[in-house]
Nanobody, 125 residues
Framework: QVQLVESGGGLVQTGGSLRLSCVASGFIFGDYGMGWFRQGPGKERELIAYTDIMGHVTDYAESVRGRFTLSRDNTKNTVELRANNLKPEDTGVYYC??????????????????WGQGTRVTVSS
């Protein structure tokens, strides 16, 4: 049974930080690239960060580049998103997701096979 379980969301003030974690099970974690998505209020879910199967290559949406850092630990089947200098527009539900590398257009967000249930982040102004 495939599972992706996110944690670490919560309420934080503007300028604050959070560390979001995702624990994977039920599939070969090291065979999948991992991404974090965000869905803000009234907005579509969007990919904001991605790392390849080894964690050697990471990429970010322009909206979070320089503030968020994505890392993975293949020995623990975990992926972590460190979010710094948070802004009210970072508010939303954050999801981790897994995809087979090279499986179509990454930034379309439509090529991910497995999804977590999400963790909510609220940034107060």
């Amino acid at each position: 049974q495939v599972q992706l379980v996110e944690s670490g969301g919560g309420l934080v003030q503007t300028g604050g930080s959070l560390r979001l974690s995702c624990v994977a099970s039920g599939f070969i974690f090291g065979d999948y690239g991992m991404g974090w998505f965000r869905q803000g209020p009234g907005k579509e879910r969007e990919l904001i960060a991605y790392t390849d199967i080894m964690g050697h290559v990471t990429d970010y949406a322009e909206s979070v580049r320089g503030r968020f850092t994505l890392s993975r630990d293949n020995t623990k089947n975990t992926v972590e998103l460190r979010a710094n200098n948070l802004k009210p527009e970072d508010t939303g539900v954050y999801y981790c997701a897994a995809r087979i590398p090279g499986n179509g257009d990454l930034w379309s967000g439509n090529t991910f096979s497995f999804w977590g249930q999400g963790t909510r982040v609220t940034v107060s102004s």
